[in-house]
């Protein structure tokens, strides 16, 4: 007998379009929350601290208080937000969250709950009653009541950030509040300090589970043991449990590396020799992690798409030796794509379909580190660009030399075992310093880990260019460069292209011991800063703690960033999430 797999295909947009419309005929008001596209919260913000769960403050300014049951309304929010997400008001509503599968048996065996309307979330249900109790956060372990004004719940057909639906499990009418189970609000809360789980604090868990992961394998653990092992810990002992997907990703990591890594001692007369992979003599060495260094507006970024054009047409550099045509990864988080980058490739006679960009922002956290090896292994790019590096350290303190150490290893890792170059840009900082090569932001192991590392300056003779100087070698230092800049006119949206000018030798701490007048104009920092916060703005408001990160790693200081924000007259409120925001005056 042949059996068939019947596959339904969801339109999800239509799902939660139309149970918005049915809470609102049930008199229950929904409000428009943000949706999850491609991993991400359609916020735009880049650390969003509530992926897929907080108001679009451009329909509701106030948050739950604007929730409707009004279908016009309603019907103009999804048309404007197709991939939208909902929530639902409590008011007038008692919703026992349960988030995890013994909290859900705890309460089942405590309360005995009659059958209500009851919603599968991303790792547990919530339970719908009509009526109201006092909502409490933490009643019990993995237990929330979410009622009365104020509160809201993710409806059904919302997508969670891991990836999960919220979807109906009991088609039920929502029932009364029965007593017993509005007795949880009275119940004491738990004694954590004798029963206290909570052994993974949120800033750690990936830390901490990669290292178990990594010990239970050098046991020699399977990888199913390892995943089952990562998942029990993270559900019973992390308070804000890492989405399955991340723990997928960690087993899978840590399982493609052997057991028993235990380091091994041999004698050089059994090291093989190896010959250095020269991109170009003696500035670029495949197998390595380079560090180019610069002010903002001075020509990192047009350094690095003039590099992806020759290699990418496999042109002869500099002094360079002849090499096919490569692709290379050019991911900047500066610069517009289509507008800037693009017509800087053309300007500069790239190969198109050989330079690789990112579709849209990520950050380095250890998924999307095995994602971009597995991306290299596949196009095998000769260049990889992080254009500036900061933007891509999750949870890293710049600062640090351990963590920083410990983010570079994973790119030396990837350069070793891909046979490509990994250049970082990052921006000068504003302080003097005793030697070029510390002029950058952030700490010294940046350097110390590099092997390459160049510093790029605007020429100081007339000629309207840059230098770059090569501050670290991994052989033997090289000249500095002069290139130059042709004319372009910026209102048609042409770039200009870069022609190699010369090498001369000039003593890089000499030159940037000087004084600024000497090296050509000041930089307009707060104009730099306007600009940028005219940019990010643009689609509304976003929250200044984001703001500030993003431009402190583009070389923008919070103060000039706050004087900029004097100057543009930016708005600053306090969001419904209690995060400060700021956004551009409406016109007029």
Known sequence: ?????????????????????????????????????????????????SPGKHPISSLVS?????????????????????????????????????????????????????????VKTARGFHYYYRGEMHARNGVRSKLDIKSGPGSYVVGPGSRHASGAIYAVWEDEPIADLPDNVASIAAEPPEDKTANNTSLIPKGQRNTILTGWAGYLRRLGAPSKAILDTLRAANDALSDDPLPDSELRSIARS????????????????????????????????????????????????????????????????PNGDPMPPANCFLFNFEDLPGAVIRKRLEANGADLSRVFIQSRRFQLTQEMVDWLEAQIAKHKPRLVFLDPIQAFMSGVDASNNIEVRGFMEKLVEIAERQRCAIITVRHFGKGPQDRAMKKGIGATDFVGIARSQWGLARRRDGVRGFIVFHFKANSEKGQAMLFTM????????????????????????????????????????QEDAKGYLAERLTDGPK????????????GIGSSTLNRAADALGVIKAKGEDGRWYWSIPPEG
């Not at 969801?10 to 491609?38: C, K, N, T, Y």
């Not at 260094?293 to 690095?304: A, H």
């Not at 929250?543 to 583009?554: I, S």
């Open 486 to 525: 042709g004319d372009a006119d910026g209102r048609k949206g042409e770039q200009p292209k870069i022609t190699f000018d010369r090498f001369e030798d000039i003593d890089a701490d000499t030159f940037f011991s000087e004084p600024l007048a000497k090296r050509g104009p000041v930089q307009n920092e």
């Open 543 to 554: 929250p200044v703690k984001a703001l500030k990160t993003d431009a402190e790693a583009r």
């Open 254 to 317: 840590i399982s493609k590396k052997p057991g028993k890594e235990w380091p091994t001692l041999v004698p050089f007369s059994e090291v093989p020799e190896e010959e250095l992979d020269w991109i170009w003599y003696p500035y670029i060495c495949a197998g390595t992690v380079g560090l180019l260094d610069g002010d903002p507006g001075e020509g990192k970024s047009q350094l690095c798409v003039w590099v992806c054009a020759r290699v990418s047409q496999g042109d002869l550099l």
């Open 62 to 118: 106030h948050g739950v208080k604007d929730a409707t049951i009004d279908l016009k309304t309603i019907r103009r929010w999804h048309r404007k937000y197709p991939n939208m997400n909902y929530a639902i008001a409590t008011k007038g509503l008692a919703v026992i969250d349960c988030d995890s599968k013994a909290a859900l048996q705890a309460f089942r065996s405590s309360y005995r709950p009659p059958p209500t309307f009851t």
């Open 1 to 49: 007998m042949r059996t068939e797999t019947l596959r339904i295909k969801l339109d999800r947009s239509a799902s939660v379009l139309g149970m918005m419309q049915w809470f609102a005929g049930q008199e229950i008001p929904v409000l428009p929350i943000h949706g999850i596209v491609d991993g991400c919260c359609t916020c735009g913000v880049d650390k969003c601290t």
